[in-house]
């Protein structure tokens, strides 16, 4: 059975267990059109800004209580010039997982939690068959990193109703 909630914002049923997040990082957003076009490459997995901020894609899992599947965050995390280099290598092993793993800070302001998710320190863990990443949390106290313990499906469903409707 796929997850479904009735949805405490809009009053309908939503189904399916999608992945959430935005398609750059939140550095990125903060440029204008121009600045954009003219200071930043952007991919479906990667960001460099000015050639000196590098970002990476990776997915935030958190199981959910009672469910199959976890629920994933397709985070930004904002990693230094030597670790972009690792994650550029993976591009050219089969075996990324023979790459480890990548430090950096979350670059994508999620919504759903009372304090900003920006900067929260991580860990970027190389997959192998082009599976993206998976992001773990790093040493903090921000309630998201508590959370890769498990959450519940009514706290899911109020993930949900923020993420889809504001
Ligand atoms: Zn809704």
Redo the contacts with the bound molecule.
């Keep these: 059975m796929a997850f479904s909630f009735r949805?405490?914002?809009?009053?309908?049923v939503?189904y399916g267990m999608p992945a959430l997040g935005a398609p750059a990082p939140d550095a990125w957003y903060s440029l204008s059109e121009h600045e954009r076009a003219s200071r930043t490459e952007l991919s479906d997995e990667e960001c460099v800004i000015d050639e000196r901020r590098f970002f990476v894609r990776g997915l935030y899992v958190i199981p959910v209580t009672g469910e199959g599947e976890p629920f994933c965050w397709i985070v930004w995390v904002e990693c230094d010039r030597d670790a972009f280099r690792t994650w550029l290598d993976g591009y050219e092993t089969d075996d990324r997982e023979s790459l480890g793993s990548l430090s950096g800070r979350l670059n994508s302001d999620l919504p759903g939690y009372a304090a900003s998710t920006l900067g929260v320190p991580v860990t970027v863990w190389m997959q192998n068959g082009g599976q993206r990443p998976i992001v773990l949390a790093g040493d903090t106290d921000h309630p998201i990193a508590a959370e890769q313990n498990g959450i519940s499906a009514t706290r899911l469903a109020e993930i949900?109703?923020v993420a889809?409707?504001g």
């Design positions: 949805c405490a914002s809009c009053d309908e939503h949900y109703a889809l409707h």
